[in-house]
C-alpha cells in the first residue's frame, strides 16, 4: 500500500514509520466509513496508553501511593487531553469519515479525536511491538507529566466539593444541565451546580458536561470559600484555585 503525503507525514510526527501501512488507515478510518475501522485498535491502544503513562508517572512521582497516581492518571488519560494532543499530532486532517460525518464535524469532534489517537498507539503496537508503542506514549505525554504538580491533579474540584461538604454532614451537590450551545462537534456545555448553603445555583461552562460540572464544582468552592465562619480543608482550596478545563 502505498501512503499519501499527508499520511507520510504523520510518520514523521510520531516518529513510526509503518512496516504494515494498512494498520495507519485502519487506525485513522471511523466507523462511518467502512467495516475495517479502528475500534479494535483502540481497545489495543487504550491499555498501551495506561501503562505508558503509569511508567511515567511512577518515575515522576515517586514517594505517591497508589490511590494518588491512579486519580493523576485518571486526569491525563480523559477525552479532553487525547483530543488536545490529536489535534496537535494533525489527527483532524487525515481522519477517514463517511460523508455525512464529515459534513458534520466529525473530524473536530473530541470524541471521535480521543478514539483515533487511541487507535493510533494500537497500531504502533500491533506494527512496531510494545517497545515502540510505549516510546510514542512517552513523547506525546512526557512534557505533559512534566508540568504535572500532584497538589494540582491529586483531587478535582467535583472531588473536593464533595468531601468538603460531606465533612460537615451537608447534602453532596447536584448537577444538571441547564444549556447546550453550537454545533455537534463544538457544542459548549452549561451546568449547574446546587448546593445547599449558596443561595443559588453556580453555572460552569465546558466542551463537555464533564468540564462543565468540573468548572462549576470549582466556582462553588470558590463562593464558599468567601462565606463567613466556613474555611474549607486544604485540599477544597487547592481544588478551587487550580484551574479546570
Not at 483502540?42 to 494518588?68: I, K, M, P, Q, T
Not at 512526557?142 to 464533595?162: I, N, R
Not at 454545533?183 to 463537555?208: I, R, T
Not at 460540572?213 to 470559600?225: F, G, N, R, V, Y
Amino acid at each position: 500500500m502505498v501512503l499519501s503525503p499527508s499520511l507520510k507525514a504523520l510518520q514523521t510526527r510520531i516518529g513510526c514509520e509503518f512496516a504494515n501501512p494498512a494498520l495507519l488507515v485502519r487506525a485513522l478510518t471511523h466507523k462511518s466509513f467502512g467495516s475495517d475501522h479502528y475500534e479494535r485498535l483502540e481497545f489495543l491502544g487504550d491499555s498501551v496508553l495506561n501503562l505508558g503513562v503509569s511508567d511515567l508517572l511512577y518515575a515522576r512521582f515517586d514517594r505517591c501511593d497508589e490511590g494518588e497516581l491512579t486519580r493523576v492518571r485518571a486526569h491525563l488519560v480523559r477525552q479532553d487531553m487525547l483530543h488536545k494532543l490529536a489535534v496537535s499530532l494533525g489527527l483532524p486532517d487525515v481522519l477517514r469519515l463517511s460523508e455525512g460525518e464529515a459534513k458534520g464535524g466529525g473530524a473536530q469532534r473530541p470524541s471521535i479525536l480521543a478514539d483515533a489517537l487511541e487507535a493510533l498507539i494500537g497500531a504502533v503496537y500491533l506494527d512496531a511491538g510494545f517497545e515502540s508503542a510505549r516510546q510514542l506514549v512517552i513523547r506525546l505525554f512526557e512534557p505533559v507529566v512534566a508540568q504535572t504538580t500532584l497538589e494540582g491533579w491529586s483531587k478535582d474540584a467535583k472531588t473536593a466539593l464533595q468531601e468538603w461538604l460531606q465533612g460537615r454532614k451537608m447534602p453532596v451537590p447536584t448537577y444538571r444541565i441547564v444549556e447546550t450551545r453550537g454545533k455537534a462537534h463544538e457544542q459548549l456545555f452549561v451546568v449547574a451546580c446546587d448546593v445547599q448553603v449558596l443561595p443559588a445555583s453556580v453555572l460552569g461552562e465546558g466542551l463537555s458536561r464533564r468540564a462543565a460540572e468540573q468548572a462549576a464544582a470549582k466556582l462553588a468552592l470558590e463562593q464558599l470559600m468567601q462565606m463567613p465562619d466556613i474555611k474549607p480543608p486544604v485540599a477544597a482550596r487547592k481544588a478551587a484555585k487550580s484551574p479546570r478545563n
